[in-house]
């Protein structure tokens, strides 16, 4: 991707809400086409964020452009309703008083015909045909979730924000709803940013994600790379459980309490931590005296199994394996793993 | 257990008896009295229907612009005093329409307190606009009913979700045209429902239309009744009334129910205000700062001036005396209303269904009825019990007693239970929803009778709500002008008609006393509607 592809730049952005900063010097560029998750707990600073694109917050110092135009800096801001942005809201906010037909052409110009024609292409797109008289009441969450999204698109946006589109909607709704947008969206060409603090939606619907904490971006890469290569214990314990263990480095070899590794990526000497997923940790019986640890709680979830192993140093590892049902609780057992991340203490 | 069943009639009982007024009206209009109906379209009734017509029309506008517009700068602009506005602008629903109506009037007049500022300050003379005229009851009364729309306009504008403003932003739809593409669409169903209430207000009063010698309903049917003895002309003017102010409560009914779509569902965003400029701040201050001069400020310092003025006078006068009038008929139509209106709805909790549903809603009809309606519909039925009492004694006795139950005292708390039953039963019946079944059935679980419940329970939990009721009735009751003008004993006045005297005979100065009373007691409910509407607009910081 080259400079000419960014189709939202932000540069150096802070935001303050009286006084307690959102955003501290936030840098993020948008290419063409891409759809990017922007991912964090609540207070993150990924809806102020979303917003700033939108053109419904004012930043306090950066600089902002859309489509290689600049629509924030010192002395310029374009309001909202110039910048040709659609965006979909968590409480969905289709006009109440308005048919679905009539939300959609709400940000359409032009004759009525050529309304009327991109509102039926539009209905078409969210599989709503002949539904365009209904208001919003008598449909169901998820389908008013499309006509939102069909009315963000309606004036040939080519860029889409959603905020929590998903959250309002139940559980099973959310994902079923989560596919079909996500199949209409790569249809088009359009560039979709998606705010969510739900990283399996946000791992399930994007190509790239950012990972937002305290006004700063984390890291910024694909899902896998998030998951299973993480900058940093906090992006680590974010994504998925991790199990944090103690460990120190000497020369050659990585001393942890449940076995000794090769220091194979020469990591310099000291203390560090080692962070295991509980999927990648395999759990032994063992004879009493060979323990690394004692079965202390178990859940069972049909297919898979988690248990809490208590360790020499009182330390609980998370371990998750494939059903087998051959360790009970208080059980000594031995684990072994081979994904790792290790991380430098400070 | 019996008893709790029989509850039901009771409630039935109630609400034929409370029904009697409206009842009387209806059979009235049946069949139509040709001769009658030819003699008003010869007298007066075109002149009736177009200054009903002028008068709708013009309040409706009236409090439509002032209450829809100061409902959005207050909920959507940042400018000094704002939230002091937020609930002051509330304060002209203390006023009763012919307190601003006589000193707006009076003011107004030669020699009164407006020219001779503007004479003395700028110099200007002879500044008389014509107050006494349609525009001038129409100005009046929606600087005094604006806060019915303001009130509704207001809540529906602060729940209307940022989403919606959001969302028809990235649309391409800019800040100043959000207002009309947006919020006032929104909220079409709070401003109609408020426009409504203001309407319905409008067509029942008595004392404005009074002072200002514009005939509508209301005054037609004191004079005919009054003036010319005309019992029958009366009442079907009175039903006339009536079917125009039943469009206005069925227009407020079936959209209050409408508004729940349009309120916005799940986590909403907080509304955000616009940010403006200096020069613009002055003038968002100025404009609700003049709209609550005229329609507050103003008229209770010019009261609290004459009031001074006339102090003497005023002691040696009857104040003491209708005060105590108004203060005796205030309490008691509280102690009559709230016990009835608790029945009322306990009937209704404990036998939920369309029976109760259709009782209390009919024994709560009397707010929509204009004061002069129930007034003959109360005295139609009750001279007619007077007669045939007279008749029986002079056979039995040769003694006839004269009217025992019209012009008395009973007959008015009667009217009032009637027309101000609404307010007692809504207050009773809010407080008990608040105590769901739940709540009594963790109770019975525990070993509570139902009459423990209730003693135990209910009661403590709706005290407030009957304290509430009570004094929302007293206050009415203390400002109800046409149907105490047509019922009372003769000799007999309240705060209210004394006022009406007073004016008619162009003292309003000696008014000013008893008005400022009635704008004091007036307050209260004001303040208790402030508190709640505080509690739930600034709940959530």
Known sequence: MNQQDVIIGLENIDKKFQNTPALRGLDLSIHRNEMVALLGPSGCGKTTTLRIIGGFERPDSGLVSIRGKCVFDKKRFIPPEKRKIGMVFQDIALFPHLSLSENIAFGLKGSKSDKNQRVGE??????????????????????????????????????????????????????????????????????????????????????????????????????????????????????????????????????????????????????????????DISILPANKGEEQGIVENSMFLGNREIFFVKLGSGQSIRVQVQTRGNIRLQDPVRLHFEHYKLFKKA | MNFFRSWSGINLFLCLLLSIPLFTIFISIVPPKIEIWSYLFETRLIELLINTFYLTIGVGVGSFLLGTSLAWIVVMYEFPLKKVFDWALILPMAVPAYVIGFVILTAFEYGGIVPGALEYLFGIEGFYPDIRSGLGVIIVMSLVLYPYVYLLARSAFRDQNQSYLDAARSLGVTQKMLFIRVALPLARPSIVAGVSLALMESLADFGTVAIFSFDTFTTAIY???????????????????????????????????????????????????????????????????????????????????????????????????????SLLLGLLSGLIIIPIALILAYGKRLNPGIISFLTTRISTLGYAIPGSVIAVGVLIPLSWIDYRINDITSYLWDYSPGLILTGSIAAILFAYTVRFMTVGFNSVDSSLLKITTSMDMAAQSLGLSRLGIMKKIHFKLIRSGLLTGFILVFVDVMKEMPATLLMRPFGFDTLATWIWQLTSEAMAKQAALPALIIVAVGLFPVIILIGLDKKTSFGED
Not at chain 1, 256 to 279: A, H, V
Not at chain 2, 254 to 272: H, I, L, N, W
């Open chain 2, 223 to 325: 004079e005919v009744w009054f003036g010319m003895y005309e019992r029958s002309a009366a009442t079907q003017l009175a039903s006339m009334l009536l079917m125009f102010n039943f469009i206005f409560f069925w227009l407020e009914y079936r959209t209050r129910g409408k508004a729940v779509y349009y309120q916005s569902s799940g986590a909403s965003r907080k509304q955000k205000s616009f940010r403006v400029s200096l020069p613009k701040k002055i003038i968002l201050f100025s404009y609700p700062a003049i709209i609550l001069c005229c329609s507050f400020v103003f008229p209770v310092a010019v009261l609290i001036y004459w009031a001074l003025d006339v102090w003497d006078m005023q002691v040696q006068s009857r104040f003491f005396e209708y005060a105590f009038n």
């Open chain 1, 122 to 279: 539009m209905l078409e797109l969210i599989g709503l045909v002949n539904q365009g008289k209904k208001l919003p009441h008598m449909i169901s969450g998820g389908q008013q979730q499309r006509v939102a999204i069909a009315r963000a698109l309606a004036p040939k946006t080519e860029i889409l924000l959603l905020d929590e589109p998903f959250s309002s909607l139940d559980f099973q709704l959310r994902r079923q709803l989560r596919q079909d947008i996500k199949k209409i969206l790569t249809q088009l060409d359009v560039t979709v940013i998606l705010v969510t603090h739900d990283q399996y939606e946000a791992f399930s619907f994007a190509e790239r994600i950012v990972m937002m904490h305290d006004g700063q971006v984390m890291q910024d890469g694909s899902p896998l790379e998030c998951y299973q290569n993480p900058k940093n214990t906090w992006v680590a314990s974010f994504v998925g459980t991790a199990n944090f263990i103690p460990a120190k480095i000497y020369e050659e070899r990585i001393v942890t309490p449940i076995g000794i590794l090769m220091n194979k990526q020469r990591e310099t000497s000291g203390d560090y931590q080692i962070m295991i997923r509980p999927e």
